[in-house]
Nanobody, 112 residues
């Protein structure tokens, strides 16, 4: 199970840090990832972190976003800096590759 929080509305250039609480599996054994989805579009992979701490950012996130995890708290975070209107989406976390169970996500709105 994944429960996202920490979305919100910001102006371009702002910062948000969604959080994800994971449960129901052995957190330290899996890669975790953040995805995002806009209306009518496929989910897009944003950033991933392996069980050993290796990190990969996909094109939309490079240079602006930072993924991190806390094994003790079973939490995954996505610090998003210098947000742009095109970052407006629902942000979701899951395993990488994803399991069939998705949370409701954290809505992020970036606009003037």
């Amino acid at each position: 199970q994944f429960v996202e929080s920490g979305g919100g509305s910001v102006q371009p250039g702002g910062t948000l840090t969604p959080s994800c609480a994971a449960s129901g599996f052995n957190f330290g054994d899996y890669s975790l990832a953040w995805y995002r989805q806009t209306s009518g579009n496929e989910r897009e992979l944003v950033a991933g972190i392996t069980s050993t701490g290796d990190i990969k950012y996909y094109e939309s996130a490079k240079g602006r976003f930072t993924i991190s995890g806390d094994n003790a708290k079973k939490m995954v975070y996505l610090q998003m800096n210098n947000l742009e209107p095109t970052d407006t989406a629902v942000y979701l976390c899951n395993m990488g590759p994803p399991s069939a169970t998705w949370g409701q996500g954290a809505q992020v709105n970036v606009s003037w």
